[in-house]
């Protein structure tokens, strides 16, 4: 009797045991430790203490994947170069600016944004020479700008409608006047295979209980171009690019690109972008968002040229919203999690 009281209670140990060290192993995760590492590094102000919600949690555990995989392919293309180009500044979590990333992920993640969402914000580290440590400037996607728009705009629309409007398509803008109360459109598209090259685009704000309040803007195929970024790649946009061949211009070469996915994007951003920021609506969250959005733009420019200057161009600001055609040069697909060096 008293043997068998024995196994059954070695066994029920072992399994209690093996519960323990699984609860363990999840809490001690990765993903969990850089949750701890954020609210460690958070500058609570003295006595305040860092609350986070279930859904920020998470969303800074996403944080942490999408920036492992982003260290990891920095990293790859960084010993890709010839010795000549290459940074020593490896692309590991021990050289990552902790304490302005754990602020920023604070802030993003109470705003709403998920960084494994496509295009809502993407992650882009770049070396301070001043500190010798990779600070992580984000990039909000259309989405984000969306999201940004919605939850801090004054007086923003319910929702909105973007489209480009091709050579064979059948458009007319209705304004508003004196005999007609709600500005609005008229849209049809006459060949849905063959629409012809795109000739311009257009954005519709609507207010459902408001309709009055209405608002048609649009962009001709000169509008959209300006706004396409300075450093703006072939790859994405088409045209001509150098042509590389063992470190060494051989030429040029023409690119097809995805001209007509980046200008419906570009028509989203300066959809969204219009918006004006309600004041009253400001928070210490937006503040950090529209600070970083002013320091990433020198940054930016500053990662293309080390980057790129021996190898294919990043299109500033709008690579992370056609990652899924493999053809970034920033490639934020995430692999396999392996143990940061916290």
């Known amino acids: 009797m008293e043997t068998k009281q024995t196994e059954g209670t070695k066994k029920t140990t072992a399994i209690a045991i093996a519960k323990k060290s699984e609860i363990e192993t999840v809490k001690d995760s990765p993903a969990d430790r850089f949750t701890a590492k954020v609210m460690l590094e958070f500058p609570n102000g003295g006595s305040k203490k860092l609350q986070l919600t279930t859904l920020q949690k998470k969303l800074i555990n996403n944080y942490f994947i999408k920036l492992d995989g982003v260290l990891k392919d920095g990293e790859v293309k960084r010993l890709a170069k010839t010795e000549q180009y290459r940074d020593a500044l490896e692309f590991k979590w021990q050289n990552v600016n902790m304490n302005k990333l754990a602020q920023d992920v604070v802030a993003y993640s109470e705003i709403g944004l998920d960084p494994l969402q496509p295009n809502h ?186 980057d790129n200057a021996n190898d294919e161009i990043i299109d500033m600001g709008l690579a992370e919203e056609v990652e899924t055609k493999k053809i970034s040069s920033v490639n934020t697909t995430t692999g396999e999690i392996t143990e940061p060096g916290f």
């Open 121 to 306: 914000i993407n992650p882009i580290p770049y070396k301070n020479s001043k500190t010798n440590k990779f600070d992580i400037t984000f990039i909000p996607g259309y989405d984000g700008i969306e999201i940004k728009a919605k939850k801090y705009g004054l007086d923003a629309p319910d929702t909105a409608i973007i489209e480009l409007v091709y050579t064979t398509d059948d458009f007319k803008a209705v304004k508003k006047d004196k005999d007609n109360p709600v500005e609005t459109y008229k849209f049809n598209i006459t060949d849905e295979f063959d629409r012809g090259e795109v000739k311009g685009g257009f954005y519709y704000h609507i207010y459902k209980n408001n309709p009055e309040k209405n608002k048609l803007v649009l962009l001709s195929k000169k509008d959209i171009e300006k706004r396409k970024p300075t450093y703006a790649s072939a790859e994405f946009w088409g045209g001509e690019k150098d042509k590389w061949e063992n470190g060494k211009r051989v030429g040029k070469e023409n690119i097809d690109g995805w001209y007509d996915e980046m200008a419906w994007k570009t028509v989203k951003r300066a959809c969204w972008g219009s918006i004006n920021i309600d004041p009253e609506k400001i928070d210490d969250n937006l503040q950090r968002l529209l600070q970083n959005d002013i320091e990433s733009v020198s940054n930016r420019v500053n990662k293309d040229v080390d």
